[in-house]
């Protein structure tokens, strides 16, 4: 019964192949099994945790305090116009009538130049690149001429130190000069990107109206702590709190356009900015309050560290003060710098670890020398000193006819006006070259990136071209 079984049927097939069961070759049996390779997870860009609290808090608590000095100066300044005797009156309608209006004027003049100046590095990049430089040198050039002009004490101490900026601005332009072509190449990439988000630019127009109104009411602080006991004290704090507050402004339109600019290179997502702005504004704030106090400060040691390389020659006590400043320098940059930024606003890090994470991402993808040697920032900090300049042109012109006292005070008011409004409109370009340079070390083979900075190492590398490198570390003497 079993032989008439169908050869299909379940029962003959279980029977046979337990008699007739094949045994695997060695062949067979000694193949390994293939198992998948696991792929890296992608790293999160949606962190909701809140960065550099502590520096979050203290910079509130500046804030609340910086608007009960500022509201409690600005009565004690109407109190002077109402109920003062008529000599104080006198005097607050002086300052009112030759100091207000000029600096009104400065703090319109600027917000007018910061738009100009942005609009014309994303429309001009290669050429304004070089304008700038030369610009900045011409304008502080004429501004400190034109103070030395009035023959006054004050005015001629700023105009010596403007015309002493502008030979080392000179000086500079000239040192950067094999650079300007590959720092043009980067800003022209790096701006490509911008027409896709039309409404990029909402974030400045918010921090420049902010920060007009702020800078409005802040003024009138200046005037009434002129009634009030420690004035150079409280004008030296109040300017102290304006350069930290613009400094905030600035980080965090560099903050959203970093988000933005992130988001499209490393995902190619076209992210809503309002979103971004609104994340910088909250979760990574406490980062640009850290941010704004260090990088600064870290940029003035670089100048420092540059100088003193140069001119360290074979003096023993300048090679050691050299020696001291880069070794300084070098341990400080790797814990803060500007090119935290993109990590802070992509993964929601704190400074420091953005830091330390960019440097050796840098690091690993051998571009230290050229970071060290991009000029964004100081393109970007050359273009405040030009809307400085200018303003000082216009205000001290105009004060030396009407009011003449006032002339080197409202001077280096409406530079120092000139120049934070100006910084908050160029984080944008600056932001931009930031990203361009941190996702392309992050993922050189991504289809958005060309061969400009891989083609720029390969010619570093072959000794085709001198590049004056950032002075990190020091050279070794040679006996």
């Known amino acids: 019964m079993m032989q008439r079984l169908n050869p299909t049927n379940p029962l003959r097939i279980v029977i046979n192949g337990s008699s007739r069961m ?20 992608l790293t999160t860009l949606n962190s909701r945790r809140y960065t550099n609290r502590i520096s979050l808090f203290l910079f509130v608590l500046h804030m609340v305090i910086a608007v009960g000095l500022v509201s409690f ?4 300044g109407i109190q002077g ?42 429309q001009w990049p ?20 034109l103070l030395i002009c009035f023959q006054r004490a004050t005015t001629d101490g700023v105009g010596v130190c403007l015309i002493a900026f502008a030979i080392g601005n000179g000086l500079y332009s000239c040192w950067v000069t094999p650079r300007i072509g590959f720092c043009s190449k980067i800003l022209i990439k790096s701006l490509e990107p911008v027409p896709k988000f039309r409404d990029l630019n909402q974030p400045t127009y918010c921090m420049l109206g902010v920060g007009f109104l702020w800078m409005s009411l802040w003024i009138l602080a200046v005037i009434g702590a002129m009634n009030f006991y420690f004035t150079p004290l409280i004008i030296i704090a109040l300017g102290l709190s304006l350069a930290w507050t613009a400094e905030v402004m600035r980080n965090i339109v560099n903050l ?3 988000r933005v600019m992130t988001l499209y290179y490393l995902r190619g997502m076209q992210s809503s900015t309002q979103f971004c702005f609104q994340r910088a504004l909250t979760q990574n704030l406490g980062s640009a309050c850290l941010g704004s106090l260090f990088v600064p400060a870290i940029e003035a040691l670089r100048i420092v560290a540059r100088g003193l390389n140069l001119l360290e020659g074979e003096d023993e006590f300048m090679f050691s003060c050299a020696h001291c400043c880069l070794g300084i320098m070098q341990s400080i940059f790797r814990y ?14 704190g400074f420091v670890q953005a830091s330390q994470d960019t ?25 405040g000193v030009c809307s400085g300049s200018i303003c000082v042109i216009v205000v001290a012109a105009w004060t030396a006819k009407v009011h003449q006292t006032f002339t080197a005070t409202l001077s280096l008011l409406s530079f120092f006006i000139g120049y ?30 060309d061969q400009t900075i891989k083609d720029r190492q390969n010619v570093m590398n072959s000794d085709r071209e001198v590049v004056v490198p950032t002075p990190r570390v020091p050279r070794r003497v040679s006996t």
């Open 22 to 41: 094949p045994t695997p070759s060695p062949s067979q049996t000694s193949l390994p099994r293939s198992t998948p390779t696991p792929q890296p997870p």
């Open 73 to 76: 100066l600005i009565f004690k």
């Open 81 to 122: 116009l109402t109920e003062a005797s008529d000599s104080v009156k006198r005097k607050e309608r002086r300052i009112l009538k030759f100091y207000l209006p000029q600096v009104e004027t400065a703090s319109l003049l600027s917000i007018t130049l910061a738009f100009v100046w942005q609009k014309a590095v994303r």
């Open 126 to 145: 290669e050429f304004m690149v070089h304008f700038i430089l030369w610009s900045s040198f011409l304008l502080t050039l004429s501004a400190g001429i």
């Open 256 to 258: 959203t356009v970093c």
């Open 336 to 349: 803060g710098n500007g090119w935290a930024f993109v990590q802070i606003a992509a993964y929601g890090k």
């Open 359 to 383: 440097w050796q991402l840098f690091e690993r993808r051998q571009m230290e020398s050229i970071v060290d040697a991009d000029i964004t920032s100081s393109i970007c900090f050359l273009t």
């Open 420 to 449: 934070l409004m100006t910084r908050i409109a160029m984080a944008l370009p600056h932001a931009c070259v930031s990203c361009y340079y941190v996702c392309y070390a992050e993922n050189p083979d991504a289809a958005l990136f």
